[in-house]
T-cell receptor
Framework: LAKTTQPISMDSYEGQEVNITCSHN???????ITWYQQFPSQGPRFIIQ???TKVTNEVASLFIPADRKSSTLSLPRVSLSDTAVYYC???????????FGPGTRLSVLP | EAQVTQNPRYLITVTGKKLTVTCSQNMNHEYMSWYRQDPGLGLRQIYYSMNVEVTDKGDVPEGYKVSRKEKRNFPLILESPSPNQTSLYFC????????????FGPGTRLTVL
C-alpha cells in the first residue's frame, strides 16, 4: 500500500495561493491521487483527482511530476472558508487498496 | 438530491450493548464503505462493499460487522461495543471504487461508556 506524507499544518492569508504537497514514494502504476477537503464535524468532500501531469477544475489544480512520487494541491486565492483539513488519497480504486494521508490542517487568516 | 445519510448522528451507549448505525445512499452506487476518524489518526477504513452481498475487511475491522443486503443500505453493527470504539464514524459511497469520487455521510459521533 502506498503511504502518504503531508505537512501537519499550514497557515496562509486571504487572497494568497496555497500549495500543499503530498509524498507517496511507493505509489503503484495503477494508483490514482485524490484530494479531499474536510470541515469540522462534516464528512470529507472530493476536490480533485489525477494520474499524471496537471489537472485543473473550478476550485483547484493538481500537479503530479513525471515520477509520481509526490503531488501538489494548489488552491488559488484562498478565502477564510477554505480553512479545513485536506487529505491526500492514493489508491487504485479497488476496495481496500488505498490509503488516506494524515491530512493537512490549513488555516486561512484575514 | 444525491446524498448519503447516516443515523443516528449522535449516540451514547454503554459497554456491551449491541448497536447498529445505518447508512443509506440514493445514487445507486455499487461501492460503500465505513470509516472511523480519531484525533491524529485520520480516516481509517473499517469495512467496504463492492456490491450487494459482497463485503470485505478494511484496515480496522475488529469489533465491527457489516451487511449489504440491498444496494442502497450498508449498516455498521457493533455486537459488543467497547470504549475504544468511541469515535466519529463516516459512511461513504461511490460508483465503482475507492478512487471514484466518494460521497460521505454527515458522520455519527459514538461514545461508549
Amino acid at each position: 500500500l502506498a503511504k502518504t506524507t503531508q505537512p501537519i499544518s499550514m497557515d496562509s492569508y486571504e487572497g494568497q495561493e496555497v500549495n500543499i504537497t503530498c509524498s507517496h514514494n511507493n505509489i503503484a502504476t495503477n494508483d490514482y491521487i485524490t484530494w479531499y477537503q474536510q470541515f469540522p464535524s462534516q464528512g470529507p468532500r472530493f476536490i480533485i483527482q489525477g494520474y499524471k501531469t496537471k489537472v485543473t477544475n473550478e476550485v483547484a489544480s493538481l500537479f503530479i511530476p513525471a515520477d509520481r512520487k509526490s503531488s501538489t494541491l494548489s488552491l488559488p486565492r484562498v478565502s477564510l472558508s477554505d480553512t479545513a483539513v485536506y487529505y491526500c488519497l492514493v489508491g487504485d480504486g479497488y476496495g481496500q487498496n488505498f490509503v488516506f494521508g494524515p491530512g493537512t490542517r490549513l488555516s486561512v487568516l484575514p | 438530491e444525491a446524498q448519503v445519510t447516516q443515523n443516528p448522528r449522535y449516540l451514547i451507549t454503554v459497554t456491551g450493548k449491541k448497536l447498529t448505525v445505518t447508512c443509506s445512499q440514493n445514487m445507486n452506487h455499487e461501492y460503500m464503505s465505513w470509516y472511523r476518524q480519531d484525533p491524529g489518526l485520520g480516516l481509517r477504513q473499517i469495512y467496504y462493499s463492492m456490491n450487494v452481498e459482497v463485503t470485505d475487511k478494511g484496515d480496522v475491522p475488529e469489533g465491527y460487522k457489516v451487511s449489504r443486503k440491498e444496494k442502497r443500505n450498508f449498516p455498521l453493527i457493533l455486537e459488543s461495543p467497547s470504549p475504544n470504539q468511541t469515535s466519529l464514524y463516516f459512511c461513504a459511497s461511490s460508483s465503482t471504487g475507492s478512487t471514484d469520487t466518494q460521497y460521505f455521510g454527515p458522520g455519527t459521533r459514538l461514545t461508549v461508556l
